[in-house]
Nanobody
């Protein structure tokens, strides 16, 4: 069983930066596709960024050029560096692991394609 714990959220002014961290335990971290998703009040959980086991990164168009996903397999951790934050980035950010695509066919940008989730960390961007 994989456990994920996010940290690093908080309140920041528009234009500011935050770095989210996700610490994983259990499982074989280096083999997992790792993802960041977010959910704003009243909205569905949406894709933000993913990084494959090989280090390939993919981003939602809304964050491309502002957010950077990275991973440290030695520390079993994945990070999300968020720059030039906007009020519309306000949401609970979730870390996900264990993409089920190879057996389910679900695309890695879909939130229903992951076995493991963290508890989330709140990011609030004030205008």
């Amino acid at each position: 069983q994989v456990q994920l714990v996010e940290s690093g959220g908080g309140l920041v002014q528009a234009g500011g930066s935050l770095r989210l961290s996700c610490a994983a335990s259990g499982g074989t971290f280096s083999t997992y596709t790792m993802g960041w998703f977010r959910q704003a009040p009243g909205k569905e959980r949406e894709f933000v960024a993913i990084m494959s086991w090989s280090g390939a990164a993919y981003y939602a168009d809304s964050v491309k050029g502002r957010f950077t996903i990275s991973r440290d397999n030695a520390k079993n951790a994945v990070y999300l560096q968020m720059n030039s934050l906007k009020p519309e980035d306000t949401a609970v950010y979730y870390c996900a692991a264990g993409w089920t695509g190879p057996r389910t066919g679900v695309a890695p940008r879909r939130s229903n394609g992951y076995d493991y989730w963290g508890q989330g960390t709140q990011v609030t961007v004030s205008s």
